[in-house]
Structure formats: structure tokens, C-alpha cells
């Protein structure tokens, strides 16, 4: 599980193409020693990952409800 490995993230998104939860990859961020320049760029990069995040679930959301709208195929 990915929640507080970034290496596993990083695996599994290589792997299935999963986007680790902002809160993970918040949680991953406080639990790595960084100097200051380098929290602050990581900081700003978690910002637009965050913005981006939440339009892409807004944007998946619309599609998975129009599909749900939907007939089913028979198999």
C-alpha cells in the first residue's frame, strides 16, 4: 500500500497509472526532511497537483454518471 511510501507510489503509478490521494501525498511530504527551498518548490508543486486532482475527479465524475445513465450491453 502506497499511503506512506513514495517509492510504492511511484511503482504502482508506473504500474496501474494510480494517482496517490492528495492526502497521502501530503502525508508523504511532511514525513521527508527537505531544506526550505526545496519544501517550499514541493509545496507549491502539491498545490497544483491538488487543483488538478479535484478537477479530474470533477471531470471522471460527469463521465462515470453519464455512463451510469447508461443501458448496460448484454454479454
Same mark, same amino acid.
Given at each position: 500500500m502506497y499511503h506512506y511510501n513514495p517509492d510504492t /507510489? &511511484? =511503482? @504502482? &503509478?508506473r504500474?496501474? /497509472?494510480i494517482l496517490p490521494h492528495p492526502v497521502? +501525498?501530503?502525508?508523504?511530504? +511532511?514525513?521527508t526532511r527537505l531544506d526550505a527551498s526545496k519544501a517550499l518548490e514541493l509545496n507549491r508543486d502539491f498545490q497544483v497537483y491538488l487543483t488538478q486532482? %479535484? @478537477?479530474?475527479q470533477k +471531470? /471522471?465524475? %460527469?463521465? &462515470? =454518471?453519464?455512463?451510469a445513465a447508461g443501458a448496460r450491453k448484454a454479454s
Open positions: /507510489a &511511484l =511503482e @504502482e &503509478l504500474d496501474d /497509472a497521502h +501525498l501530503r502525508d508523504m511530504i +511532511l514525513r486532482f %479535484g @478537477e479530474m +471531470l /471522471a465524475k %460527469g463521465i &462515470l =454518471e453519464r455512463l
